[in-house]
Structure formats: C-alpha cells, structure tokens
DNA sequence: CGGCAAATTTGCGCGGCCCGCAAATTGAGG
DNA sequence: CCTCAATTTGCGGGCCGCGCAAATTTGCCG
C-alpha cells in the first residue's frame, strides 16, 4: 500500500509504537476507508458516493464499514478528527519551559505548516467541501470542537491555575479556533491563492498580540474567587 | 392551545407583528413540532420517538415534517436555534452608548435570565438531553455555532473596528460563548441545584475582567491604517 | 505445529429515514 | 364565487444503521 501523507498514528496514545497485528490492521482500515470516502466524495460529488463504494474502495464490505463509522460523513471528517486530537498532544510535547502562546503556535504549525503545498490541490478541494457542503456542517462543527476540548485539556495541563480561572482554558482554546478557523476562510476566498501557513501565524500572533495583555507568565489568579 | 414559555417569534425579523394567516401558521406549524419533538424525547426517550409520533402530536402529517426539518433532531434543538438567533437580535436593540460588556451580558441574560426557574424539570432535563446525548451533538454543535455567528454579526455591527481587527467580533464571540456553556455545565452538575442566572452572570463577568484591558472603551485602532 | 479463545469481519434482514413527485387542500385577492 | 399560489399529504423508492449469528482472522500456549 501506497504512503499517504495523512495521519498514521490512531486516536489513542501517541507513544505508541507497535501493538500487534490487530491493532494496526484496525488503524490502517479505519484510513483506508477515511481517504476512501474524501477521496470519492471530492472527485464523484458527496451525494454520489454511496456507503458501498467507500467500502469497496477500501477493501472490506459494507457493514464493517459501519463498524467503524456511523455515516460517510463521519467518515469523510475522520481525518481532521484525528488531526484535532493531534493538535492537543503536539501542545502537550512542547518544552514546559516555552511560552504557551509560542507553544500554541507550535503545535498548530505542526499540523497546519506544511499541510499548504504538499497536498496542493486536493487538500483545497477538501478544506473547500468539508466546509461548504451543508449535509457536513454537523461533523465539521465535531472536529472544531474536537479541536477546541483538545486544546483547552492541553492547556489546562501545561498552565495549572488558580480555581478562579477554570474557565480559562477553555476560552482560550474558544479563541484559538475561532481565529484559526478565521485564519482557514481567509485562505479558502483569497483571490490570488496564497501560501497557507502565513494566514494562519499573521491570525495566531495577532491574537496573542491582542491577549498578551491578559496572560502574565506567571499564574496570577487575579479575580481569585472560589467557583 | 394552551401558551407555551417558549418562542413566539419566528426566525425571521424581530419585529413582524402580523404577517398573515399563512406565516403565522406556518411558525406555529415549527413551534409545535419542535415542542412535541422535545417533549417526547424527553419522557420516551429519544430513540423510542419516531417522526410519525411527533408528527401526530403537532397535528401534522409525518411527510410535512419533513417539510419542516430535515431530521428529528434537528426539531428537538429548533428551539434553542431560534433562541440563539434572537441573542443576536437582542445585542442590536441594546443602546448604542452602552458598554459593549453590559451589552453583551444584558442580551445573554434575556434569553436565559429567566429561564431558570420558570420551567425548571422541564427545561433542565431538556439541557441535558441534548448535551448529553451522543446523537444530538451535532445538532446542538450547530446551536452553539449560530449562537456565535450571530453574536458575531452583532458585535460587529457595534463596534466598527479598523481593519486590522477584522477577527475581533468573531474570536469575542467565541470566547463568550464557550464562558456561557462553561457556565451551563457547572450549573447542571452543581450538587445541591442551583440558579442559572446567577451562574452565568458570574461566568461572563469573570471573561469580562480578564478581557476589559484588551478592550479600552473607545474603539483605538492600535495598528492605524485606513482603507 | 496444532489447537483453542477472543476479536473482527461479513452476509442477511428489518425498521426507519429522507426526499421527489403529483394530487388534494388551503389561504390570498379580485 | 373564482382563480392562483402556497402548503399539505400519500405514495413509492433508495439508502442507511444496526442487531444477529456464522465465518474468518489473530493471539497465545503447550
């Protein structure tokens, strides 16, 4: 089977190097079907890819299909899915000495940096689909809140707080995808297209210009108050 | 029909008063199917609810609510769509000269201010089911996000920002939003029950502190550059 | 290697959903 | 009353999601 240049790693721990046959089979079906159904759906239209064809495409019949997914939806989000969860973790693996904001920054690049040239074309034409068809509204909408929790836990572990600021994690993730999510629209309409990754660092440090202010570096619980 | 706490407006313009027979039973045609949609699912169970049933009990038949939703549970959260729509709305009609926090707090709180006590079973079990059911989180997922595009729109009808700020009312938004749900899930694991109003109160205005130094009252773009 | 237990895949079938279509019904306006 | 447009309704069909049980694959131990 060819390389593709998506995820490789499952849901689960990233450490995680080799745990048996059955384990890897299961991740490698669960792509399998994942690039199927992108694939499929952005050259054939989404609502002429049938679960059948996904399933045939990736190998296996079309109940296990469903073993895996609960639609083809699902299943075409599948990727960004993993990537949010991605984002989280590459949060978690930076240096605890770097600055959160430089931290954040990190780990989006991580997945979004060269994610621009190398797929050229059909990463567009997903970016494109993923977030214009109406019937994909609900699973894309899963993935950015995939990506929100994932940051907002990542967060919360790297800058333990006060009890005052509990909330605080979890907004600042809120911004965080709003703006990359801003950052992704920005990209998607410019009229001569552009390179990807600089939207996407120009919309994060112009937040964390505008946040800076907020996050001493020091946890200072200012508004101490118990929840 | 016995009046119902719930919206009367529909989504469109807030300020319609009398639109003819038609709209006016096509908005009571949505209402009742979303209220018999929350309602059964909330005493039945939402897998033990068909669309025939709700159908049956908003008087219609089962292929016009198909006319009206595209799923059954798209109708169970039809009614906090429309609520996050009128949030929005209720930003807009704020006066102009007021601050844009007591703008914003004043336009969650009149959706949610009262809503507390006035159904309490009733409503709190509604929230749950549909944060709590896995089914439904797309739908409610789809909630959240109008609640911030609407906040959004709003707050960029307000405060007119230069250009380089064009990411503001969005990413504002986000962080509100995610302090309301914040403030939504404390209060439905509080142990011994308690106030909403009060929860969220305390929840925007904690984001409000820590946000009021990004946000200096007159709108001062920093990176001054025109056009 | 041989064989057993657990996990996974697969075919089958059913109930339900979603929607296009055309006929019937209902509101709007002369 | 009569006409037109909007809405509702029944019908039919394709597809989906899933429970079930048989078949296959994998892990493991002697």
Redesign the interface.
């Known amino acids: 089977m060819a390389e593709t240049p998506f995820s490789v790693q499952p849901v689960g721990a990233p450490g995680e190097q080799h745990a048996g046959l059955r384990e890897r089979k299961k991740v490698a079906t669960r792509k399998a079907l994942g690039v199927a159904a992108m694939r499929l759906a952005i050259d054939r239209g989404l609502e002429n890819v049938l679960v059948e064809d996904i399933a045939e495409a990736a190998g296996v019949s079309a109940r296990t299909f469903n073993n895996y997914f609960g639609s083809k939806y699902e299943a075409i989000c599948a990727l960004g899915f993993d990537r949010a969860i991605r984002i989280g973790t590459a949060l978690l693996e930076r240096p605890a000495d770097e600055p959160l904001w430089d931290a954040i920054m990190a780990a989006v690049m991580s997945e979004y940096g060269s994610a621009d040239r190398a797929l050229g074309e059909e990463w567009m034409a997903g970016i494109r689909m993923v977030t214009g068809t109406p019937a994909l509204?609900?699973?894309y909408?899963?993935v950015?809140?995939m990506t929100?929790s994932s940051l907002a836990d990542a967060i919360a572990v790297r800058a333990q707080l006060g009890p005052?600021a509990?909330?605080?994690p979890?907004?600042l993730?809120?911004?965080v995808?709003?703006?990359l999510?801003?950052a992704l629209e920005a990209w998607l309409h410019a009229d001569p297209p552009t390179a990807l990754a600089p939207v996407i660092r120009r919309?994060l440090r112009?937040?964390a210009d505008?946040?800076m202010?907020?996050l001493p570096p020091a946890p200072a619980p200012?508004?101490g108050?118990s929840?």
Chains 1, 2 share one sequence.
């Open positions: 509204r609900g699973e909408l899963k950015q809140a929100q005052g509990a909330m605080f979890r907004v993730a809120a911004a995808t709003a703006a999510q801003a919309s112009q937040l505008g946040m202010q907020v200012q508004a108050d929840g």
